[in-house]
Nanobody, 119 residues
Framework: QVQLVESGGGLVQTGGSLRISCAASGRTLSSDVMAWFRQAPGKEREFVARVTWSGASTYYADSVKGRFTITRDNAKNTVYLQMISLKPEDTAVYYC????????????WGQGTQVTVSS
């Protein structure tokens, strides 16, 4: 079993920066791939970014490419999402998730952290 806890959310102005974190515990060897998703009020959950165990392979949604960076520190069992040039449309609850490489869907989810970008 894997437990994920997000932190670091808050209120920032348009154009500002923020780094959010996801701390993993439990059976972390099951977390071959870790990812960030987000969900705005009244909207569907959407994929943001993912990273493999080694950190060598990353993938981003087009909406955040060039502005967000996902990194992974396995020694600390922590995944980060560095966000720059934030826009009001980035406002959402951000969730981290993990899965085994062979799994079709993400197995474990955190409770989310709120990111609000003021206009």
């Amino acid at each position: 079993q894997v437990q994920l806890v997000e932190s670091g959310g808050g209120l920032v102005q348009t154009g500002g920066s923020l780094r959010i974190s996801c701390a993993a515990s439990g059976r972390t060897l099951s977390s071959d791939v870790m990812a960030w998703f987000r969900q705005a009020p009244g909207k569907e959950r959407e994929f943001v970014a993912r990273v493999t165990w080694s950190g060598a392979s990353t993938y981003y949604a087009d909406s955040v490419k060039g502005r967000f960076t996902i990194t992974r520190d396995n020694a600390k069992n922590t995944v980060y999402l560095q966000m720059i040039s934030l826009k009001p449309e980035d406002t959402a609850v951000y969730y981290c998730a993990s899965k085994r490489a062979a799994a079709g869907r993400y197995d474990y989810w955190g409770q989310g952290t709120q990111v609000t970008v003021s206009s």
